[in-house]
């Protein structure tokens, strides 16, 4: 509470506590202005639940009261109700107390134009009448809480109120929660969900009064302006009350749920018109009635493949921001992913008044900015995810965190991506007990480990709303895979097709006859083990495709080829050219982000009905097919995991998408009997990657425990590391070395390479080892370097300080190049050299600097043999250079590519790769005060090389999703700016810009609205924090306290009587 309010309460402790109970509306309007003044500080209008306990607050003396009437006068809450109700209802009666009839149209009307308050001394005519008009204007929480009063009393004296509350609802349009609307699934299923007569009774019984006060109040103090319609202003009210209701209900473990899983019911009404999404399934209901989680326990739980685990963690998600009002992360695998949950949940946002910030690429801010009022959703991918948990322990900011949803859990076991993710979930479980985690995947095995890990309770349970057929093909033979069986599957059918000989040739595997049972009429994904596979096989299958397969949306698939000209400026990669004019393309990371989207989108809506793709599809994007046909039992040259096969397989039959499902794993004989075993074992265990991943894992896992003063002694970091996955699991994976050993190991590693310092402290003969961490270990672990490279980097950057070539941005490009690219690069010597000689004089300095002898290319360039003996990785790096310096100039990945003999998706992937490791130096750079001067042009550098494009688009692609080419459209169609984009038509755009879905349209436009106001929010939030009065000013006391009330009487929300009051106080 900031300090105007608790001035306010000053104010009001003065009063006696039996003037306080005869006036009970009094210290109702002061309970309003405190609230009303606690905008100007960090508290939300809601608040903390705990900050409203001051004991010193008005609040607990209202409690008191309560209290007290239960006590000494042995009464019971009911009565105690009608006390209070009877002091509001005098509130409204006696014309003459100071307190009465206006201060109630103060509490009621807080923000209502002079016009509508009540003069001080007009007289009342009529009771009823006033009553009337007030419950005309009450907020629905006043009116619930006058239903709830006069249900508990058995008062005549309120059955006037109750008839004529009772005819306001039912002539008003606006609907106050009824028992039957609270949880109309629950009903339907017969659940206690909802509010009986006798639960109501029981749950108001089971909260004080001061509860009810607080929430009338609260939803009072967001009363608003005449300005706006009166239908809006109600239905904004009952918002606002379901909320309300919803916090209340969720802060009680034992109370029953609110209309909509304890929100609002206007979240049920979203999903259905968002998602189409009509009732929860029946697993989805009951995982949101788990004790776990209404009592805010770690959670894990596991479905299969499309069981709809998503709606679940999106509902504990908006009860989070809504309902406890605190910030929630979501962490996904992909930036594409993050982006699609970006735009889709920011329509949400933008209905329930939430913040959805994404954190994915280059994007998002450490630590994010504290907001005021609104609560944030971070979207995240597992590395800035980390990120973002550090900056918020740093600076002590984690309990404001209040949840964290883990999608595909069983990352945990994937190499550093699954380290990343093992450390971030140690570290919150460590520093923060309040915040909840939850994990969700479809392939867990050792669920157990992972429990333990996350403290965590597991549900499970075998629902998939679409039934997924499970088949394998040996030669022209279909199986179903039976697990129950012996060998894993029974004999199905014999697949039907007359192949000529020819055509028997080019596709043995009888691809053809497999993919023509389905397209066009449906969508078909075929999984191959090679990005080669994928286009090979596109080309195979439409060149045997029959002619009448091109008339299928033949008009939207020559715009789809007109639309991926426009994106490579021209050009069009010859095997789409030939597979999309029947419906089939290739999917895989040789395309560029753009041709990639453009594909996906038109496979979602139908255009394309094949795709030919690799594993990166299953997990990356949601691309659902009737049929999934896995080319061969292979990714690459290793064996199929049994959770990638399932991985895979799930793309069949998705819920609300196809009514059916079917996945045909081609099988050659002799790969027979691993495929028996892989369909009938369980999946693979998820084990702790840290120390397989070394210097990402444990050592960078040690350095940022000490950095962020989570652990600085080696008792601290012991106990810290029993805590891990790894602390779990480790007699499973370390039967060399015990933990501590290990640990041990990699703190004196981490001395030695100068990243931490120890130092001895004898006390009482106790000798304590404390950790501290170097600048350059703080630089290391705040720019999120791998530990195998900072030493590295920190020598070239300070080589770059004694002559960094400014001429142009090559120098700064090799800075930014990240490291473990140069590994599988292998340079073109020729083209090589053609950028040597392309270099100016002070440029080819930068040779030197760095260590590339020209000579060394020359004889490379002539096959010549080299005795010299040169550092491999920075002559592939600057290479690599060039490749970015070429795209910063040309703007053109396809001329790039060409340039290089590189294929485009590698070309992007090193521009995607470059701009975040450039934030990652930039980082580094900024706590190594030498590095001063890279501050300003990597920052720079990282916006070039984060859009790549015209300036004139960047506001655009801003917003997430929107890649160059529709920003070029959107630009061109006169959306120049995020302002533009945000006050767009949907139905416009649909109409101007080619290839958007309406579904697309609104998305982008609601992405777009939620960038602007997050945008805005920020700029005033930096203006008021600007214009703050700090508290310490000699004197201070005296100008807050007529700062802040000026400001209450100038916002109208002083009645004229407490004006009058505060005028007199003044004089
Ligand atoms: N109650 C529901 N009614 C109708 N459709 C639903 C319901 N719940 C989820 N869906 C839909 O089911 C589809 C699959 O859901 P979701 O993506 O959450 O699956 P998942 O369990 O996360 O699967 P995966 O493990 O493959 O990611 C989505 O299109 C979603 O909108
Ligand atoms: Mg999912």
Redesign the pocket.
């Known amino acids: 509470m900031g300090p105007a309010a608790a001035q306010c309460r000053l104010l009001a402790g003065g009063s006696q506590e039996n003037e306080l109970r005869r006036r009970g509306a009094h210290a109702l309007t002061l309970i309003v202005m405190s609230l009303q003044c606690s905008n100007d500080s960090e508290e939300d209008m809601f608040g903390d639940p705990d900050s409203f306990c001051g004991n010193s607050s008005l609040l607990a003396q209202v409690d008191d009261i309560e209290q007290k009437y239960l006590q000494d006068e042995n009464k019971d809450i009911k009565a105690a109700g009608e006390i209070v109700l009877g002091n509001l209802q005098s509130g409204i009666h006696q014309k003459n107390d100071n307190f009465s009839t206006k201060e109630n149209m103060v509490v009621f009307e807080a923000d209502k134009e002079e016009g509508f308050q009540m003069n001080e001394n007009d007289p009342v005519d009529n009771n009823q009448e006033l009553t009337v008009s007030i419950l005309d204007d009450l907020p629905s929480s006043q009116l619930l809480y006058f239903e709830e009063m006069n249900e508990l009393s058995s008062d005549s004296r309120l059955s006037s109120i109750s008839e004529i509350r009772n005819k306001f609802v039912s002539s008003s349009s606006v609907k106050i929660r009824s028992p039957s609307s609270f949880c109309p699934d629950a009903e339907h299923r017969n659940r206690p969900t909802d509010f009986s007569s006798d639960s109501k009774c029981d749950l108001f019984k089971a909260e004080s009064l001061k509860d009810h006060l607080k929430s009338a109040m609260t939803v009072n103090a967001k009363a608003q302006t005449l300005q706006v319609s009166k239908t809006k202003q109600l239905k904004e009210a009952v918002l606002s009350e379901e909320i309300c209701v919803a916090r209340k209900t969720i802060e009680s473990p034992s109370a029953d749920i609110g209309p909509f899983y304890g929100l609002p019911s206007k979240v049920k009404d979203l999903f259905r018109q968002f998602?189409g999404?009509?009732?929860?399934?029946e697993w989805?209901h009951d995982c949101l009635m788990l004790d776990s989680l209404q009592q805010r326990r770690n959670l894990i739980y596991s479905?299969p493949?499309?069981?709809?685990?998503?709606?679940v963690a999106e509902i504990i998600i908006l009860q989070e921001l809504l309902c406890r009002h605190k910030n929630a992360l979501m962490i996904l695998p992909y930036v594409a992913i993050v982006q699609e949950k970006v735009r889709g949940l920011s329509s949400f946002g933008v209905e329930l008044d939430f913040l959805v910030e994404e954190y994915a690429g280059s994007k998002g801010r450490f630590p994010p900015l504290k907001r005021r009022k609104k609560k944030s959703l971070y979207i995240a991918t597992i590395e800035k995810g980390h990120a973002l948990v550090n900056s918020l322990i740093e600076t002590e900011r984690i309990d404001d965190l209040g949840l964290v949803v883990v999608d595909e859990l069983h990352m945990l076991g994937e190499g550093s991506r699954g380290a990343t993710l093992e450390i971030t979930l140690a570290k919150l479980l460590y520093t923060s007990k309040n915040t909840q985690i939850i994990g969700m995947s479809?392939t867990l095995n050792n669920v157990g480990d992972l429990q333990k890990f996350l403290q965590a309770e597991y549900y499970t349970s075998n629902f998939r709303?679409v039934e997924l057929k499970e088949y394998i093909k040996i030669r022209d033979t279909i199986y179903a895979v039976d697990s129950k069986t012996e060998n894993g599957f029974t004999f199905s059918r014999l697949l039907n097709f007359k192949y000529s000989s020819n055509l028997e040739k080019a596709d043995p595997d009888h691809i053809i006859a497999l993919v023509t049972e389905v397209i066009p009429e449906y969508s078909c994904l075929i999984f191959c083990p090679t990005k080669k596979n994928c286009e090979n096989v596109a080309s195979m299958v439409c060149k045997y495709l029959k002619k009448e397969f091109r008339l299928h949306r033949e008009k939207e698939k020559q715009d789809l080829i007109q639309n991926l000209k426009n994106i490579g400026n021209g050009s069009i990669c010859p095997v789409l050219k030939q597979t999309i004019p029947f419906g089939i393309a290739y999917h895989h990371s040789g395309l560029t982000n753009d041709e990639r989207k453009s594909i996906e989108e038109a496979y979602s809506t139908g255009v394309l009905c094949l795709l030919a793709c690799t594993a990166t599809l299953a997990a990356g994007v949601?691309l659902p097919a009737r049929r999934v046909i896995l080319r061969a039992p292979y990714v690459a040259n290793d064996f199929l995991k049994k959770s990638q096969y399932k991985q895979m397989i799930?793309r069949a039959g998705?819920?609300?998408?196809d009514s059916a499902g079917e996945s045909i794993l081609i099988v050659q004989e002799k790969d027979k009997h691993l495929v028996q075993n892989l369909v009938t074992s369980p999946l693979e265990n998820c084990y702790s990657n840290l120390l397989m991943e070394l210097t990402k894992g444990m050592q960078s896992l040690l350095l940022s425990l000490v950095g962020l003063k989570i652990a600085v002694t080696h008792e601290e970091v012991s106990s810290f590391m029993c805590s891990t996955l790894l602390g779990v699991q480790q007699q499973l994976l370390s039967n060399e070395k015990s933990l501590s050993e290990i640990t041990e190991d990699g703190l004196a590693n981490l001395v030695e390479k100068g990243l931490l310092k120890e130092r001895t402290s004898a006390k009482d003969h106790d000798p304590k080892r404390t950790l501290t961490i170097t600048l350059l270990g703080k630089a290391t672990y705040k720019g999120a370097i791998d530990l195998a490279y900072c030493n590295l980097l920190y020598r070239e950057l300070k080589k770059g300080l004694e002559g960094l070539v400014l001429e142009s941005n090559l120098h700064l490009l090799y800075l930014a190049t990240p490291y473990d690219m140069t590994l599988n690069c292998t340079p073109d010597w020729m083209i090589y050299l053609r950028q040597l000689n392309q270099l100016s004089a002070a440029e080819q300095k930068i040779m030197d600097i760095v260590g590339v002898p020209e000579s060394f290319i020359t004889k490379k360039a002539s096959g010549q043999a080299i005795r010299k003996n040169v550092d491999s990785a920075v002559v592939n790096r600057l290479y690599l250079s060039f490749v970015l310096y070429a795209l910063l100039k040309e703007t053109n990945i396809w001329s790039v590519s060409e340039k290089f003999n590189m294929s485009r998706g590698y070309v992007q992937n090193l521009l995607n790769s470059a701009a975040s490791f450039a934030s990652c130096v930039l980082h580094f750079c900024e706590e190594l005060e030498e590095f001063w001067v890279y501050k300003a042009l990597l920052t720079e550098l990282t916006k070039q090389l984060t859009y790549c494009v015209k300036t004139e688009l960047i506001p655009l692609m801003e917003v997430a999703g929107v890649l160059e080419a529709r920003a070029k459209q959107l630009y061109n169609a006169g959306y120049k700016t995020l302002a533009h984009l945000a006050n767009a038509n949907p139905e416009t755009l649909v109409g101007t810009i080619k290839h958007l879905s309406r579904c697309q349209a609104r998305q982008m436009v609601s992405s777009a609205k939620m960038l602007l106001s997050e945008k805005a929010e920020a700029l005033q939030e930096e203006v008021e924090e600007l214009l703050k009065v700090p508290t310490d000013i000699p004197g201070a006391y005296v100008i807050l306290i007529h700062s802040c009330l000026c400001s209450a009487i100038a916002q109208g929300a002083l009645g004229t009587g407490l004006t009058a009051q505060w005028v007199l106080l003044r004089a």
């Open positions: 998602r999404i009509e009732t929860l399934y989805q479905l493949t499309s069981g709809g685990k998503t709606l479809a709303p949601n799930g998705r819920a609300g998408i």
